[in-house]
């Protein structure tokens, strides 16, 4: 009986096992517990945050659009940015993840159960 490659890649995808990321196993053998981010929610990683403050600064800076300006205003916003701007991106994302949570409880639950 010859399959066709739409019934394989069925087959396939009924028994592939699903990802494990090494971080994981890493820390499990240690008691932890690794919390990924959703995709796309920039305003929930304060290093995204950072990213994009750093890729502004740049930007606004680079008057000839060369690499190594790019590259020079990079490494100088970089080494401007320090603990007291990083923990002011920690807590906007705290607030904001804090924020989810709020609106999430206000959103009324229907049991399902008869």
Not at 2 to 26: D, G, S
Not at 29 to 39: H, Y
Not at 40 to 49: D, G, R, T, W, Y
Request: charged residues 30%; glycine residues 2%; proline residues 5%.
């Amino acid at each position: 009986m010859a399959l066709k490659k739409v019934e394989l890649k069925a087959i396939c995808k009924q028994h592939k096992p699903a990802p494990v990321l090494q971080a994981q196993v890493l820390a499990r053998r240690f008691d932890c517990d690794v919390l990924l981010l959703p995709v796309a929610h920039p305003e929930l990683n304060p290093i995204e945050m950072v990213w994009a403050n750093v890729k502004g600064y740049a930007a606004k800076k680079n008057a000839n659009y060369s690499l190594s300006d790019v590259e020079r205003l990079t490494s100088e916003r970089f080494g401007q940015i320090g603990a007291d701007e990083w923990s002011k991106y920690v807590r906007h994302c705290i607030k904001v993840e804090n924020d989810y949570y709020d609106a999430a409880d206000k959103i009324p639950f229907e049991s399902t159960d008869n």
